[in-house]
């Protein structure tokens, strides 16, 4: 079967860090687009992050230049690194594999992984 599985989330302190991890398994990591969405309570899902099989990566507008999406190949694992964290940031946290392109509405998805970040 094929499973992807966050880890990392947890409460944080506005300011503070946290690294998310999406493992794979039951696929050929490599060939696969990669990417990170996030949904918070009542609020639609919306895209954090993505990242191609040759490492091109892009980000939505509020994570630019806090955030940084990272894969390993030979661990068959996704990262991401969350700086600066915002209260804004607090949301469930998911992982999406496809084939070809990440667009948030088909491949594989993680069971998610809460980011709280609130003092």
């Known amino acids: 079967q094929v499973q992807l599985v966050e880890s990392g989330g947890g409460l944080m302190q506005p300011g503070g860090s946290l690294r998310l991890s999406c493992t794979a398994s039951?696929?050929?990591?490599?060939?696969?687009?990669m990417g990170w969405y996030r949904q918070a309570p009542g609020k639609q899902r919306e895209l954090v992050a993505t990242?191609?099989?040759?490492?091109?990566?892009n980000y939505a507008d509020s994570v630019k230049g806090r955030f940084t999406i990272s894969r390993d190949n030979a661990k068959s694992t996704m990262y991401l690194q969350m700086n600066s964290l915002k209260p804004e940031d607090t949301a469930v946290y998911y992982c999406?594999?496809?084939?070809?392109?990440?667009?948030?509405?088909?491949?594989?998805w993680g069971q998610g992984t809460q980011v709280t970040v609130s003092s």
């Open positions: 039951g696929i050929i990591f490599s060939i696969y687009a």
């Open positions: 999406n594999a496809d084939r070809t392109v990440v667009t948030g509405s088909r491949g594989y």
């Open positions: 990242i191609t099989r040759g490492g091109s990566t």
